[in-house]
């Protein structure tokens, strides 16, 4: 440790003063180690090769980054040496946003082994990078197996091994051996179905689907699952209403004689032109007609479907959840049957699949590749069920690329903040973050006066605070935001009054500001006279970091996915403080860790992040720190920016009790 010196002598009046600041100093120190803390140019994730408890790659370049826009579409780039099997689970020709090692043994949360077993059945031609996302949430939600009916790039060899090494999932080839079994199975032979056969395109699907969720229930039936799914690699299961988040809670609310389970359909909604990741990106939702008032559906429907056929553009009619019994068979991709009885169905009031159809322009058009079909009113009717498609085959096909360009603007495009919101407010209309809710971070826009003093607390509370409160309350569905706390931290500069007072700098350890115990417990001291009601409110700490000044290029800020986070990597940590005592999560190193951060991140942006939830089955604690970019000029400016924490409540919620634990 070096000495702290003044000109002259050590012990001169300014060396004296030194060492009584000095447990001041270490104290402020401890305080701020404590504290510390979609639309960018470019995302990266780091991935953590190894470490010590606590570590993070910062003066040896220990890790791999890749580089990605919007969590994930360029080809990967390596800027350190990777280990030598990488190859054998990465595609090599993949765009993958991460890496992931098969073998792992971490489990999701959300998964109960003593619940109702779920199995999904898929036909999927998709990336791995989208399936293994994909999957990722669903495993996280509570879905035991997967079932893949792999075609297309899934199919290459490289990229169902990488499946196959991911716990829970079966890939099934079409190969020889499937076609034989499905060209003798019951359903070929029925006539709702052979109505589809020798027609083209959509209509070819439709067939494929069907015969892959019947074998599918002959696998769910060997592996005893308890209900199956067929549900596509664009769509995301929405457990609305569930306590924890869960599917297999959803599914345990239902009597024993209730056989099927219609989960009602939203559509996604774009609110950009250059939508890359829509998993990620966008969370704006249409309601179906099920969930909402009918006399708003009815007043709004043309302006909901914008001069297109429909209210939904594709599908309206949802997808079904089917107890595995004897004599269960498909009724179509959406719905299922039985050869023995009538079944009992009944629709969730709240629980939802989101569809994510036709959010990027890429989307659009390669429709104009689709099938063998020529760009007519008649062959498009041949080959495309639902009439939007039709129209979307035919505009990608007819138009150039700046006329396609404007008619998906026109027509998919919902960049109208004011329409937005009075959509938003009749109910037609749905902000849901998944499935970020799981992995416990969002990147947002986030635009505050320029003519803050943020060294003046009465200008940033007054100035900056009603907008992070409203923010929150958009992003997060509080009914009520309590900001208790802000932190402007400064990378290497010292106050110039005085050498001996050290900044605020960036916390360069991994970490999380809060644990089970003093996430309710700072209630106490915060809200003493309503903490005991409020810690029976379902509520979480959210914090607001952004930069005070862009692009970032020094200690940037890297967050975890908290999904990938077990709870033995969480850490204790006990601070002292004059008058009170805090608690905080170091974090030890993992190689299951998902790492993110934004290369360039500017002060229009912000990252929301949970540091706890009261919650079981969701994100509850996002671990975070400051690490030094290597990739960063060297005169790069030190990086200033400040942190909001607040207290998120959900009085709109059933009471609960918090959880006491991991």
Avoid at 42 to 61: M, N, R, T, Y
Wanted: charged share 25%; aromatic share 12%.
């Amino acid at each position: 440790m070096r000495t702290l010196r003044s000109p002259g002598s050590f012990l001169t009046a300014r060396g004296v003063q030194a060492l009584i600041a000095l447990p001041l100093l270490l104290a402020v120190f401890a305080l701020s180690l404590q504290w510390g803390g979609g639309h960018s140019q470019e995302h990266q994730q780091l991935v953590l090769a190894g470490g010590f408890p606590g570590s993070f790659p910062g003066d040896k370049q220990d890790f791999v980054q890749v580089t990605t826009r919007s969590l994930g579409q360029e080809q990967p780039h390596k800027t350190a040496e990777a280990k030598p099997d990488d190859a054998a689970y990465q595609p090599q020709n993949d765009k993958v946003s991460e890496l992931w090692r098969p073998g792992n043994s971490w489990k999701p949360g959300g998964f109960n082994t003593n619940g109702p077993q779920l199995a999904f059945i898929t036909t999927t031609s998709d990336s791995f990078k989208q399936i293994k996302l994909w999957v990722q949430y669903h495993q996280a939600v509570g879905v035991a197996k997967f079932y893949l009916f792999v075609d297309g790039q899934a199919a290459r060899p490289e990229v169902s091994a990488a499946l196959r090494g991911i716990p829970g999932v079966e890939v099934i080839p079409r190969d020889e051996n499937l076609k034989y079994a499905q060209a003798h199975s019951r359903i070929w032979n029925e006539t709702w179905l052979s109505a589809f056969f020798h027609k083209p395109c959509n209509h070819e699907l439709f067939v494929l689907q069907s015969l892959n969720m019947e074998a599918g229930i002959q696998l769910a039936k060997r592996d005893k699952m308890d209900w199956v799914l067929h549900i596509d690699t664009d769509e995301l299961m929405w457990p609305g209403g569930a306590p924890e988040y869960n599917l297999q809670r959803v599914l345990e609310t239902y009597d024993a004689d209730v056989d099927l389970v219609v989960f009602p359909n939203y559509e996604s909604l774009p609110e950009r032109d250059d939508v890359t990741d829509p998993f990620t990106e966008v969370t704006l939702f249409k309601r179906n007609y099920h969930h909402v008032v009918s006399d708003a559906y009815f007043k709004s429907y043309h302006s909901v479907a914008r001069g297109n056929p429909n209210y939904f553009i594709t599908y309206g009619n949802g997808k079904s959840a089917a107890r595995v019994q004897p004599g269960l068979r498909p009724n179509g991709a959406h719905r299922w049957y039985s050869y023995v009885k009538t079944p009992r169905e009944e629709t969730s009031d709240q629980a939802a699949v989101l569809h994510f159809t036709y959010n990027r322009f890429q989307d659009l058009k390669s429709r104009r590749d689709r099938c063998d079909c020529a760009p007519t009113e008649e062959d498009a009717k041949r080959c495309f069920i639902l009439p939007f498609d039709r129209m979307a085959f035919l505009a990608a096909s007819l138009k150039s690329d700046t006329e396609l360009m404007e008619w998906f603007r026109e027509r998919l495009v919902w960049n109208d903040p004011k329409v937005v919101i009075d959509l938003l407010r009749n109910g037609l209309f749905v902000r849901l973050y998944t499935p970020q809710v799981l992995n416990g971070f969002q990147l947002v826009k986030l635009s505050v006066p320029a003519d803050i003093d943020w060294d003046d607390q009465e200008q940033v509370k007054a100035g900056y605070y009603p907008a992070v409160e409203e923010l929150l309350k958009q992003v997060t569905g509080a009914t009520r935001v309590h900001i208790f706390d802000n932190t402007a931290r400064h990378g290497h500069i010292k106050d110039p009054k005085d050498p001996l007072i050290l900044p605020r700098r960036p916390v360069s350890r991994v970490h999380v500001d809060y644990t089970v115990k003093s996430g309710a417990g700072r209630l106490n001291d915060l809200l003493p006279d309503e903490a005991d009601s409020l810690r029976r409110t379902p509520f979480a700490i959210v914090q607001v970091w952004r930069p005070l000044r862009g692009p970032v290029q020094d200690s940037a800020l890297g967050i975890i996915d908290a999904s990938t986070v077990a709870k033995e990597d969480l850490l204790p940590s006990t601070l002292h403080f004059p008058g009170r005592t805090g608690y905080t999560y170091q974090v030890a190193a993992n190689p299951n860790h998902r790492w993110y951060y934004t290369k360039g991140m500017n002060a229009d942006e912000a990252y929301v992040f949970v540091c706890y939830d009261s919650r079981k089955g969701r994100a509850r604690f996002t671990p975070h720190t400051g690490f030094i970019d290597h990739s960063a000029p060297a005169d790069a400016p030190p990086r200033e920016s400040i942190e909001i924490r607040s207290y998120c409540f959900f009085e709109d919620l059933e009471p609960q009790e918090y959880a006491e634990d991991l």
